[in-house]
């Protein structure tokens, strides 16, 4: 019931910056959590970042200090704001939201790659 489309994604030195946007539209009411995981070639799909709706977020170990999500409120878009980006960042990365009974809706991805 609620559909997400990510964008921003593209090509970033290492040690530049990049913003994602996810897009969210349907049941947004009902969102009680939202989210960014991120899938790199090869590798499971791992969490990078998440918030509640009273906006407590958590981040992942590795991206902790460099990255930033914030969404709007009412849940509408959702964004994930990317600096100081390693090589070890390339991955595509994935909207997520939690809403009402525990339902989980995914973006199709976006394609963040970090070369010189």
């Known amino acids: 019931q609620v559909h997400l489309v990510e964008s921003g994604g593209g090509l970033v030195q290492p040690g530049g910056s990049l913003r994602l946007s996810c897009a969210a539209s349907?049941?947004?009411?009902?969102?009680?959590?939202m989210g960014w995981y991120r899938q790199a070639p090869g590798k499971e799909r791992d969490l990078v970042a998440s918030?509640?709706?009273?906006?407590?977020?958590n981040l992942a170990a590795s991206v902790k200090g460099r990255f930033t999500i914030s969404s709007d409120n009412p849940w509408n878009t959702l964004y994930l704001q990317m600096n100081s980006l390693k090589p070890e960042d390339t991955a595509v990365y994935y909207c997520t939201a939690v809403a009402n009974w525990n339902t989980r809706s995914w973006g199709q991805g976006t394609q963040v790659t970090v070369s010189s």
């Open positions: 349907g049941s947004t009411a009902g969102i009680n959590s």
């Open positions: 918030i509640t709706r009273d906006g407590l977020t």
